[in-house]
């Protein structure tokens, strides 16, 4: 008996509208994700990766549209279900570590606070239970002293931190499926290697599937 796949995208195009003209950009694209599964997507620059993995969060950019083809989240078709009932699943049930760590966090505010945002939103317990949640993910993800580091703003953080605080805001609801969009194009090569083996390693501890989106 095969298992229900975690994500299952069907034959599935994308078109961004430019002034009057829509210009499809993916082209019937299918692959499966299964539950603690690893799967890359991989192609050079301006193919699609990130359009397709943006789909599957339902964060196309305010002029694309999903011209054909089904999204299923456990066998649920997600394709076209409104803004707010994406954000019902989106970091509880799958979650985005973006490509760009420098404009991906708020500049005027802590990381403990961005951190903390998203337990309170999705109400995982009180002040108290999300400041030492905030503290045990920081420490998890290698961003020590903890306590200091929530303290901090994301200026005073190198590109490889705030990588690091960026997969700890996506692991912090324990989704069922992480979406890494090129997590570490912009990192020195030593530091990617270490943001991999921690998506992997939290992968192997909370059985986690991956979709890596990489042009390498």
Known sequence: MTSTPLLQVDDLAIAYKTG?????VVHGVSFSVQPGEVVA???ESGSGK?????ATLGLLAGNGRVESGTIRL???????WSQK???????????LIPQDPGSSLNPVRTIGSQL???LQIHKRGDRKAIHARVIELLERVGLTPAEMRARQYPHELSGGMKQRVLIAIAVALKPALIVADEP?????VTVQRRILDLIDELRRESGT???LVTHD
């Open 184 to 188: 570490t194009s912009a990192l020195d």
């Open 20 to 24: 009057e003209r829509e210009q499809r």
């Open 85 to 95: 009932r994406l954000d019902s699943i989106r970091g509880a049930v799958v979650s």
């Open 74 to 80: 456990n066998g649920t078709d997600i394709t076209r």
């Open 209 to 211: 599937a991956v979709l």
């Open 116 to 118: 903390a945002e998203v």
């Open 50 to 54: 990130t359009t397709t993995a943006q």
């Open 41 to 43: 997507l991989v192609g």
